[in-house]
């Protein structure tokens, strides 16, 4: 059974930097996509960025597009989302999800079957 552990989460000041990372257990196919999402107090889950494994392509929310940097490594089956120059609405608490499929990703929670348990980012200001 597939396994997603997230770390990497912290207090954070506007404008700096934090690399998020997702390790992953339990794929039995080769085939699979890794995505990070987001969830705010009071609001909506949020996907932000995605990888797929079998074409390495990737997809981003408008809201993180040009800031934030989903990565991927093949051999550590895990995923790294680089976030600079963040804002305070960026705060939340953010967790990784996993499926099998072949091709492109899609920032859509229903896409997705294995969750991990999060990883909080908050602001100092």
């Known amino acids: 059974q597939v396994q997603l552990v997230e770390s990497g989460g912290g207090l954070v000041q506007p404008g700096g930097s934090l690399r998020l990372s997702c390790v992953a257990s339990?794929?039995?196919?080769?085939?699979?996509?890794m995505a990070w999402f987001r969830q705010a107090p009071g609001k909506e889950p949020e996907g932000i960025a995605c990888i797929s494994s079998s074409d390495d392509s990737t997809a981003y929310a408008d809201s993180v597009k040009g800031r934030f940097a989903i990565s991927r490594d093949k051999a550590k089956i895990t995923a790294y989302l680089q976030m600079n120059s963040l804002k305070p609405e960026d705060t939340a608490n953010y967790y990784c999800?996993?499926?099998?499929?072949?091709?492109?990703?899609?920032?859509?929670?229903?896409?997705?079957?294995?969750w991990g348990q999060g990883t909080e980012v908050t602001f100092s200001s």
């Open positions: 999800a996993g499926a099998y499929i072949w091709g492109p990703c899609r920032l859509t929670k229903n896409d997705y079957d294995f």
């Open positions: 339990g794929f039995t196919v080769d085939y699979y996509v």
